[in-house]
Structure formats: C-alpha cells, structure tokens
Nanobody
Framework: QVQLVESGGGLVQAGGSLRLSCAAS????????MGWFRQAPGKEREFVAA????????YYADSVKGRFTISRDNAKNTVYLQMNSLKPEDTAVYYC???????????WGQGTQVTVSS
C-alpha cells in the first residue's frame, strides 16, 4: 500500500502560479502511474493530469492543457503539478492518486485546497 500526502495549495490571484506536491511513502513509487484530480464545491471530481511510471508520458484535461505541467521525481517519491495562469474556475480541492499497474489498486491523498481569486 502507498500513502499520499499533498501540499502546496493556497490562495492566489488570477494569473498567478502554484506548485502542488504529492509525496508518496510505502511501496516502490516507480510502480505507480500518478495523477491529479480536483473537485470544486457542488461538482464531481474531475481528471486534471496524469503521468506514466517512468514520466515519459503525460496526459492533461483540455481545461488545463498549456497551463499546467505534471512531473515526477522517482528518486524523491514525489509527483508535482505546476499550475500557471490560474483562473477562478481552477478553484477546487486537488487530489493526487496512485495507480498500481500490477493490481490496479488505486490510492488517494487527502487533498489540498487551491483558491484562485478574481
């Protein structure tokens, strides 16, 4: 099992930037594909970005493409989400997850709040 802890959320003005981190502990980090999701008040959780186990492939929701960048450092057991040109509609709780390929087990962190003011 893997434990995930997000950090880096906060309050930022529109047009600003934040970098979220998700630190993993437990089993081998490089065994997991990693992703970021978000959930705004009154809305369903939605996909934001994902990265393959090696970091060689990345995927983005259309709403964040060109503004957000997902990356990982397997030596530090950490995945990042660099968020630039933030908009008020990016306001949400951001969650990272880890998908273990061998078992298809999916793990979630506790989330970190991002608030973008207009």
């Amino acid at each position: 099992q893997v434990q995930l802890v997000e950090s880096g959320g906060g309050l930022v003005q529109a047009g600003g930037s934040l970098r979220l981190s998700c630190a993993a502990s437990g089993r081998t980090f490089s065994s997991y594909a990693m992703g970021w999701f978000r959930q705004a008040p009154g809305k369903e959780r939605e996909f934001v970005a994902a990265i393959s186990r090696s970091g060689g492939n990345t995927y983005y929701a259309d709403s964040v493409k060109g503004r957000f960048t997902i990356s990982r450092d397997n030596a530090k057991n950490t995945v990042y989400l660099q968020m630039n040109s933030l908009k008020p509609e990016d306001t949400a709780v951001y969650y990272c997850n880890a998908l273990e390929r061998s078992s298809l087990n999916l793990y979630w962190g506790q989330g970190t709040q991002v608030t973008v003011s207009s």
